[in-house]
Structure formats: structure tokens, C-alpha cells
């Protein structure tokens, strides 16, 4: 079956500090492969889409990047923490072919 | 601009009543429309999903509802718990896998 991972599942940063979110999937391959960000009581942002190694489709231009080194692993990166990253950040995987994408357990990010 | 529209942003149900959340969309171009449910502090589990072909999708206590000439979907819990105290998004995919949601409802059923 397959299993999507996510860490760390909370994480506390300065302002100014780098970040480095990992997001990693088991069990299927070349799947897509989302970051989305959710604000306290707010809905999902997609920020970042991937169908497929090194192919990252940006939606929201911000201060935050995205990688995909390998198939099943996409990385959410900022060189620069601002106070509004703060959220919970989601990763979740489709299949091309099927309809359905799952969530993986999200990491809470507190920017001070 | 917002692909999909949700409402209400929060609801208030009695055990037992039948709680009711709507969604609109613009784009023809959405081919699957899934509701996710989440509970605070844990990622979207998908609950149930519904394609434009159809008008409706019963799946226990839950079923969608959509109206594809209005481009409105809406989804019915009937007999409302306790335990269904979430908060749920709807959902729209675009050709290619690439998903928009609405803003969330806050559903508290009281006991």
C-alpha cells in the first residue's frame, strides 16, 4: 500500500533562517506530486506541482522553492524565513490516471 | 481569483440533523470533484468524490449532490455526529491532476 511521509512534523524558525521540508512517498511510482500551505483557519494554497523529476510548476510566487531530486521525494525550501511563511504545510501524491490524491500528515511551521 | 467558492465558512448542527455545505465553481474545464474531511492538526482524508456525469453519490451518511449546469456540487451528512466535527474542504480537479479547493467549512455538531 502506499504511505506518504512528512518532517518534521512541527518545526520553529527565526525570521532570516533557511527551511528545508521533506515529503517523501511509498509505494507507487512517477507519481504527481503537490506543497500546498494552509493559513490558521484558512483553505489550501497549492504552491508548488510536480509531474515528474526536476519539473516543478510554480503557482504562487513567493519566497519559497521546491525540488524534486528523485521520484518519489520533493523538498520545500526557503533561503530566507519571512514571518508570513508561517502555516501548515501539506504534501500530497496523485497518479496520473487516477482521480483521487492523498495527504500526507503535514508540518506546522512557526516563523518568530 | 478563486477557482471554487465554498460556503458556509462555519456551521452549527445538531446531533442528528443533516448538515449541508456548498461549493461553486466557474471553470467547465474540472473533470472530478472530491470533498475532503480534516480533523485539527492532521492532513485531508478524502471522503467522497463525485465526476460531472453524475448528479448524485450516496456513500453512507454522506452524499454529494451536483448540478452540473448551475456548476454547483454540495455536500449532505445526514444524522450528524459528534464525531463528524471537522472541517471540510471541496475540491476540483483540473485536467492533468492539478486540484483546487475551496476555503473549508467548520462543521460543529452539538450533542
Known amino acids: 500500500s502506499q504511505t506518504i511521509h512528512q518532517w518534521p512534523a512541527t518545526l520553529v524558525q527565526p525570521v532570516g533562517s533557511p527551511l528545508s521540508l521533506e515529503c517523501t512517498v511509498e509505494g507507487t511510482s512517477n507519481p504527481n506530486l503537490y506543497w500546498y500551505r494552509q493559513a490558521a483557519g484558512r483553505g489550501l494554497q497549492l504552491l508548488f506541482y510536480?509531474?515528474?523529476?526536476?519539473?516543478i510548476s510554480s503557482e504562487v510566487p513567493q519566497n519559497l522553492s521546491a525540488s524534486r531530486p528523485q521520484d518519489r521525494q520533493f523538498i520545500l525550501s526557503s533561503k530566507k524565513l519571512l514571518l508570513s511563511d508561517s502555516g501548515f504545510y501539506l504534501c500530497a501524491w496523485s497518479v496520473g490516471g487516477f482521480n483521487e490524491q492523498f495527504f500526507g500528515p503535514g508540518t506546522r511551521l512557526t516563523v518568530l | 481569483q478563486q477557482q471554487v467558492k465554498q460556503s458556509p465558512q462555519s456551521l452549527i448542527v445538531q446531533k442528528g440533523g443533516i448538515s449541508i455545505i456548498n461549493c461553486a465553481y466557474e471553470?467547465?474545464?474540472?473533470?472530478?470533484f472530491p470533498w475532503y474531511q480534516q480533523f485539527p492538526g492532521k492532513g485531508p482524508a478524502l471522503l467522497i468524490a463525485i465526476r460531472p456525469d453524475v448528479s448524485e453519490k450516496k456513500e453512507g451518511r454522506f452524499t454529494i449532490s451536483f448540478n452540473k449546469s448551475a456548476k454547483q456540487f454540495s455536500l449532505h451528512i445526514m444524522d450528524s455526529q459528534p464525531g463528524d466535527s471537522a472541517t471540510y474542504f471541496c475540491?476540483?480537479?483540473?485536467?492533468?491532476?492539478?486540484?483546487?479547493f475551496g476555503s473549508g467549512t467548520k462543521l460543529n455538531v452539538k450533542p
Open positions: 475540491a476540483a480537479r483540473m485536467v492533468g491532476n492539478k486540484f483546487y
Open positions: 510536480s509531474v515528474g523529476i526536476g519539473q
Open positions: 471553470n467547465t474545464a474540472f473533470d472530478y
